[in-house]
């Protein structure tokens, strides 16, 4: 057996694999951009046709890289969460687009749902609230609307992105593969019991989802399948979703410990271990692993927009040229003066939980410069992890140190100001690809180079440490503005206010 780890870390704007020696150093890379289509407002799709092609493609290279497939011990997989896949089991092609997690088509579905006084239930049974943003509306809204879901009848599988890749590596040109997801995953569908670690019948009966086209729920790591597609047989060892594999890769495995990945969209959570978490505060419930049939449990809240507010203001909008630019901008002015941003272009994300509210620029005067509106963006950023933590802190959450990653977090200026405005420390890993290392860990776990995440724990590596320093006068200034800029999109969602 061969003592390298092989990821797959399929993300929501890029897929790439990476090649990890057991100590945690990257031995190599390969990523490929994602086309993300928006045919409608509110609307966002992938071509799952292409999400397999290159994630493969990039997973080839490294294979190539390690001297062959006899070279890699096992493969890991982790994955956009909450995304949804429909393919044809006879052919193994997509029968639709996949529905991105930041789509909002079933906002409507959600509010009538919680209109009808069921979104206490489901959060009882699934630590989850109701929200476009998981993937049990999408289902149903892709049985009722689209033809080709709908009457595929027996021949229809659907699942999460991590299960669509592991269906096209396990199979093969005229027979289907596995169909499975991990515990991970699941628990992000609004369709599995968190406690049971099972697909739930009457979640499946309340969103009209057959129990036929799920996967099988296994668990993060062990012996899932084998795949031939790059030239010898490699096992699949692991398997998380990118946060739950963030924070495994961040060595959180000890209650209490916390995580933040300002990736595309910004999520944080606390490890719980074997305990429910609860939340009364509209945080999440989920999942963060579950090794031998055994789950371990993690507090979570979800920010929709992060990197992808630095991206619009590239691509969309043209304030700057590359995201690198940005840590100097900010620095070049002294605050912010006067300006926020509120990035709700995928509606707010926890606490709020509002799907229809939108994003806003304001305090704009003649004074205001191109700087100050970068700045302001980078600082939503502390201003949405500080109204995390005013809500975990009422769950009985706190954090006394946050450890960061994601591709924001290379810029040094933003990590200073989340532990000036959060008053905490912050500690950023030397290794900031934790989503991948921590799928690394998991298939490191899974085909026995590792005893268990413990001992996986030490291909995390050396870490830097932000302290605050910030004044409290500014921060407080600072974080009233963000206030009232809060509440002045709010109050124009029309979202039902005694969601409030």
């Not at 916390?258 to 939340?279: D, E, I, M, N, R």
């Not at 030490?458 to 206030?483: D, I, K, S």
Request: aromatic share 6%.
């Amino acid at each position: 057996m061969g003592e390298t780890l092989l990821v797959i870390d399929e993300g929501t704007t890029s897929t790439r694999a990476m090649l990890f020696a057991p100590d945690g150093r990257v031995l190599g890379s390969r990523s490929a951009p994602l086309t993300q289509s928006y045919p409608r407002p509110g609307w966002v799709e992938h071509d799952a046709a292409e999400i397999w092609e290159r994630s493969a493609a990039c997973a080839q290279a490294m294979v190539e890289l390690a001297g062959g497939p006899d070279r890699v011990a096992a493969i890991g997989i982790t994955n956009q969460r909450e995304t949804v896949v429909f393919w044809d089991r006879t052919t193994g092609e997509p029968l639709a687009p996949a529905i991105v997690w930041q789509d909002r088509r079933t906002a409507d579905t959600c509010r009538t749902l919680r209109d009808a006084g069921e979104e206490a239930g489901v959060q009882a049974r699934t630590g989850l609230l109701l929200d476009p943003y998981f993937s049990a509306t999408k289902i149903a809204w892709a049985r009722e609307h689209w033809p080709a879901v709908r009457d595929a009848n027996d021949r229809l599988a659907v699942g999460t992105v991590e299960s669509w890749l592991v269906w096209k590596l396990t199979g093969g040109e005229n027979r289907g593969g596995l169909h499975v997801t991990d515990a991970t995953n699941a628990s992000r569908t609004l369709l599995m019991g968190l406690g049971s670690g099972q697909w739930d019948d009457g979640l499946l009966s309340l969103f009209d989802v057959p129990r036929s086209i799920l996967p099988e729920i296994v668990d993060c790591a062990g012996p899932i399948g084998r795949t031939t597609r790059f030239g010898g047989s490699i096992p699949i060892c692991g398997m998380a979703g990118d946060q739950q594999a963030a924070t495994i890769g961040q060595a959180c495995l000890t209650p209490g410990e916390t995580k933040a990945t300002f990736g595309t969209g910004a999520f944080v959570l606390t490890q719980y271990g074997q305990q429910l978490p609860q939340s009364k505060n509209r945080l999440l419930a989920t999942v963060a692993w579950q090794l031998g049939g055994v789950r371990a449990y993690a507090l979570e809240g979800s920010v929709f927009v992060a990197g992808s507010l630095i991206q619009w203001l590239r691509d969309a909008v043209g304030l700057i040229g590359t995201a690198a630019e940005t840590e100097a901008l900010a620095r070049s002015v002294a605050d912010n003066g006067g300006v926020y941003v509120v990035p709700a272009l995928s509606g707010l994300g926890a606490p709020w939980w509002e799907p229809d509210a939108r994003g806003s620029i304001s305090g704009l005067s003649f004074a205001a410069t191109r700087a100050h509106i970068v700045r302001a963006a980078l600082e939503s950023m502390a201003h949405q992890a500080h109204d995390l933590k005013t809500a975990f802190a009422a769950d009985g959450a706190d954090w006394s140190l946050l450890r960061i990653d994601g591709g924001m977090v290379a810029n040094d200026w933003m990590a200073q100001d989340l532990a000036d405005i959060l008053d905490v420390t912050v500690e950023r890993p030397a290794m900031a690809e934790t989503t991948a290392l921590g799928a690394a860990m998991m298939a490191g776990v899974g085909c026995g180079l590792f005893a268990g995440l413990e001992q996986a724990a030490a291909m995390r590596g050396p870490v830097q440490r932000f302290t605050p320093a910030g004044n409290a006068v500014a921060r407080g200034r600072r974080l009233n503005g963000w206030r009232d800029a809060v509440a002045r999109v709010r109050d124009q969602s029309p979202c039902d206010p005694s969601s409030r």
